[in-house]
């Protein structure tokens, strides 16, 4: 791999404008294929095989109407108090042309809602009214049926009186007829036809007369057949009333049953009870994912054009959401501060704008060409910020690195296209292997069987790859360009004066390259002429070992300054007075070694046992302490709530929770499956049967009806909770919800929604995080183990790496669940954590611990190899590369820290997170419990089973392999 870069190098250097012009032209056509096939960038989320995909699912099959995305409009009068008839007027008709938006299938106003809630309360009371009138006429009519029942009983008795008197008579006259027993009862009466009233006018009529007796026909048969027809018509009449009764009856029911809708939705409103506020829903028809940006900009750009007669317009953040500004104010600062940690480090302007250029160049081609497919992949918002925040982080590093060791070999003398090729194969190399872990790490995503994580991923793992082949090619292109100007003026001037005394003295050595004539520059540092540091390409220039460091006394002063880690000057003389080194173009060394070399002695001794092992509980201890949040974190998605406070989607959010609650930010959608098809009239009941167990939960405000499929086997609901979708509350609700189903008369009950979206997603990825965290931890020990030949150090750096992690978790949690520090850090409403926020740390904070690790320990080792106990390898090691490690976390601490302040609200824990888990692992881990625990463990940190030594691969990280056949080739300069 070294030689390799190496030549990877020399390309870059003699075709160094075609490189400077190819980086530029990619990232040119990863713009034009942004503007071409970008797409839309959600802020929701949709996981597969969840509760809520499978509601949504059967939603959209069944009730067409309430698939696809559903935003709001929030309208308030500015001057306060109601809105008046004319802004009514003009809110509703600039809602009018929404309605021909593409991809907009509905669109519902406000005041007409309103009208049609009032009109339907209306008809309630006036078919109360109606009721209660005909319940009255019915008793009236059933009054009077009784009455007329009455009199035709008594008409009835009557007639059979005068029948029966009418055929006595007839017996006592027929010569044949027997003499009746009771007859000398009353004479007066057999035979007297006084006993029946004969009715002198009306012979029908079967009514008592004003004296109260009845009148019947002088025919009793007669009066018997007409009492007979009459009864009939009274029989036909209590049928009909019965009838009129009972469908009376089923009207009040179904009044009652709409009566208990409406009171289940009396708070489900679209305009505020004072009238100030009005919300209009847009109805799209495609999901938050699918729905092109387009669209929703559209939207907003046809209602903050319209008049609306002083009414304010807010849109909610499903409309508002946008893929415009992905960097801000903050990220721009954070670039800054980067760029000062160069300055302050390379101290030249050169040399500090080169890899924020290059930087830039590769962050830019990584999240233009992601966006590109975002067409057709489904991506969210905050998918390139990653890109964006890795590649720039990623890159500034990997370009310091080889900026430095160019820097370096320049000090040393070594010719400008040598020095980048030479820089190229050794730190070149390790940038390979610390760009590949983070890719690995990132791409490691996948198993956790999220789709959006799993593109998060990869646009992550791309930006890095990017970044390093950038830093490979356009890196060592620029430097070419740049020349000697890399170096401040006077060490220039020394190096052009030192090469002309060494042509002078090389005389007829017949070599080329004068500074070289001595054999030995193919080493970064010409004071390792005697060939005992043949492994020195240590990626730290302080641990440029020479010959005075072979003997132990030079020290490995951790400078970030290349300059600092060459020799000192009796060595260099001492060194080409044997003719094994080159003085003319030999820096000034520093006066730290040079000029005190018992305090570069003191450096190399091991430090104090009680300070290691104070370092570790120190160390352990603390991270621990801020780790603790992490028992009480609850992982969600941000609401409105969470957006900055001066944006339309938080006036939204806080506008509507003000006036109509805050629960009507994040209502619920509950389907409710029934065994077999109703019939129409049989509908109204189970709505209100289903309905009446859903009210009766805590935490609901309000249930209204939202749809009946054509089978009349499949309901629909809107269930608006008592607080808001990131509440715990309603995270609860929606789970007593679920615990309710099946129902009375096995009716199964499903729950969808943003809030039950953010369970089930947070659940999924709290069920992945063990297993990618397995992953993730695996990997590291395997990789460690093949690079550092140790079982012990790759057991430290996991260990360090979980322990940096869960203390990162941890102070996420306090800042924005717990809301401490909240005024520092923007956290105006604290909630739960960002979900998918704990497994981008981990493949992030993992990729870069490995790279500190490697930084630090590959020092320690290379030490402890060339003959240093391990316990003052471990202090060499540590001084190495402590620079390096504090330079590189400073410029990713500055650069993620820019994002904690973003525009976007999923962004900013997630710039946190990074900022304090970088800030935890180098300082406190890598440069503090790691070394602490390396000095405890002694010898025993470079243990290694010989049959593991021989199955392991052999990894020069550092390319040490690649030094030793430079040199032999700079020996001879005559071949």
């Not at 008709?93 to 049609?116: G, H, K, M, N, Y």
């Not at 009109?119 to 078919?127: D, F, R, T």
């Not at 900026?403 to 730190?427: D, K, N, P, Q, Y």
């Not at 410029?891 to 609200?905: D, E, N, P, Q």
Request: glycine residues 10%; contains cysteine; hydrophobic residues 55%.
């Amino acid at each position: 791999m070294a030689q390799l870069l190496y030549r990877l190098g020399q390309f870059s250097t003699r075709r160094r404008w075609a490189v400077v012009v190819f980086w530029p032209l990619i990232l040119i056509a990863a713009g034009i294929g942004f503007l071409a096939g970008g797409g839309t960038l959600a802020s929701t989320f949709d996981i597969p095989d969840t509760t809520t995909a499978a509601v949504n699912a059967e939603l959209s099959k069944r009730l067409p109407d309430l698939a696809g995305m559903t935003g709001k409009v929030v309208f308030t009068n500015q001057a306060g108090g109601e809105l008046t008839a004319e802004q009514r007027q003009a809110i509703s008709r600039a809602l009018e042309p929404i309605t021909a938006v593409d991809r907009v299938r509905a669109v519902v106003d406000p005041f007409q809602v309103e009208s049609e809630r009032a009109e339907q309360l209306a008809l309630l009371e006036q078919g109360a009214a109606q009721l209660a009138a005909g319940r009255a006429e019915l008793e009236a009519a059933r009054a009077e049926l009784e009455s007329g029942q009455a009199q035709l009983d008594q008409a009835m008795a009557a007639a059979q009186a005068a029948a029966e008197m009418a055929q006595a008579t007839a017996g006592q006259t027929d010569p044949g007829a027997q003499a009746d027993p009771g007859a000398d009862a009353d004479p007066g009466a057999q035979g007297d036809p006084s006993a029946v009233l004969i009715a002198p006018t009306d012979p029908g009529s079967l009514w008592p007369s004003e004296a109260g007796e009845v009148v019947v026909p002088p025919d009793p048969a007669e009066a018997l057949a007409e009492l007979a027809a009459r009864q009939a018509e009274l029989d036909a009449a209590a049928v009909q009333l019965d009838a009129g009764q009972a469908e009376l009856a089923a009207q009040e029911e179904t009044l009652e049953l709409g009566r208990q809708l409406a009171d289940f939705a009396d708070q489900v409103r679209a305009v505020s009870p004072d009238g100030s506020t009005a919300v209009a829903a847009v109805m799209y028809q495609d999901s938050q994912f699918a729905l092109p940006q387009a669209s929703k900009t559209e939207v907003m750009d046809i209602l903050e054009a319209a008049e609306l007669e002083g009414a304010r317009v807010d849109f909610s953040a499903e409309i508002a959401q946008t893929t415009e500004g992905l960097l801000g104010l903050g990220e721009v600062l954070g670039v800054g501060v980067a760029a000062i940690v160069l300055l302050v480090a390379l101290r030249m302007v050169f040399a500090a704008a080169l890899p924020i250029i290059t930087s830039v160049i590769g962050a830019g081609i990584g999240v233009a060409g992601s966006l590109s497919l975002s067409g057709v992949v489904e991506m969210s918002s905050i998918t390139p910020v990653l890109g964006i925040m890795l590649g720039l982080a990623v890159g500034i590093d990997y370009a310091l690195f080889i900026v430095l060791r160019h820097r370096r070999s320049l000090r040393a003398g070594l010719a400008v296209s040598e020095s980048i090729a030479l820089a190229t194969g050794t730190a070149g190399n390790a940038v390979v292997f610390a760009g590949t872990t983070v890719v690995i790490a990132l791409a490691a995503l996948n198993v956790c069987g999220i789709p959006f994580l799993g593109v998060m991923g990869w646009v992550g793992a791309v930006s890095v790859a990017i970044a390093v082949l950038v830093a490979l090619t356009l890196v060592p292109a620029l430097l070419s360009l740049l020349g000697l100007r890399l170096l401040p003026k006077a060490q220039r001037v020394a190096r052009a004066v030192g090469s002309a005394d060494a042509a002078d003295a090389a005389g007829a050595a017949g070599s080329v390259d004068p500074a070289r004539s001595a054999g030995a520059a193919g080493s970064l540092d010409p004071a390792r002429s005697a060939g005992a540091a043949g492994a020195a390409g240590s990626l730290d220039p302080a641990r440029s070992a020479d010959a005075a460091e072979s003997a132990g006394a030079a020290g490995a002063a951790g400078s970030l300054d290349p300059a600092r880690s060459a020799a000192p000057a009796d060595a260099v003389a001492q060194a080409a007075q044997a003719g094994q080194g080159e003085t003319a173009d030999q820096p000034d060394p520093p006066a730290d070694l040079s000029h005190h070399p018992a305090e570069a002695a003191a450096r190399l001794r091991p430090m104090p046992t009680w300070r290691a092992a104070g370092a570790v509980v120190i160390g352990i201890v603390g991270l621990s302490l801020v780790a603790t949040p992490i028992w009480t974190m609850r992982l969600g998605l941000p609401d409105g709530s969470a957006e900055p406070t001066d944006s339309t989607s938080y006036r939204a959010f806080t506008e509507v929770a003000e006036q109509f609650g805050p629960g009507d930010n994040g209502p619920l959608v509950v389907a409710a499956e029934l065994p077999a098809p109703l019939a129409a009239e049989d509908q109204l009941a189970a709505q209100v049967k289903i309905a009446g167990e859903l009210m009766a939960q805590p935490d609901v405000v309000a249930v209204a009806p939202a749809g009946v499929a054509a089978e009349g086997d499949y309901l629909a609901f809107q269930v608006i909770p008592a607080e808001g979708p990131a509440s715990a509350s309603t995270e609860e609700l929606v789970r007593r919800l679920r615990a309710l189903t099946p129902l009375d008369g096995g009716i199964e009950l499903g729950v969808a929604g943003q809030a039950s979206g953010n369970i089930d997603i947070s659940a999924k990825l709290a069920d992945a995080l063990p297993l990618y965290l397995a992953v993730v931890v695996g990997l590291s020990l395997v990789i460690l183990m093949t690079v550092f030949r140790s079982v012990l150090v790759p057991v430290i750096a996991a260990a360090g790496f979980v322990l940096s992690y869960l203390a990162a978790l941890g102070a996420v949690v306090a800042i924005y669940q717990w809301g401490w520090l909240s005024s520092v850090f923007a956290v105006h409403d604290p909630g739960p954590v960002l979900n998918f926020v704990p497994l981008l740390l981990v493949g992030v904070i993992f990729g870069l611990a490995m790279d500190y690790q490697l930084f630090l320990v590959s020092g320690m080792r290379e030490a402890h190899v060339h003959g240093a106990p391990a316990r003052q390898a471990v202090v060499a090691g540590l001084h190495g590369g402590r620079a390096v490690v504090t330079a590189a976390a400073l410029i990713m601490m500055a650069v993620f820290g820019g994002f904690i302040f973003s525009h976007l609200a999923l962004v900013r824990p997630l710039g946190f997170g990074l900022a304090v888990g970088v800030m935890f692992d180098a300082f406190v881990v890598r440069l503090l419990v790691v070394p602490g625990l390396m000095h405890l463990a002694g010898r025993a940190a470079w243990w290694l089973p010989r049959w593991l030594d021989r199955l392991l691969p052999n990894v020069d990280v550092e390319g040490a392999a690649l030094r030793r056949p430079v040199a032999v080739a700079s020996a001879q300069p005559n071949r």
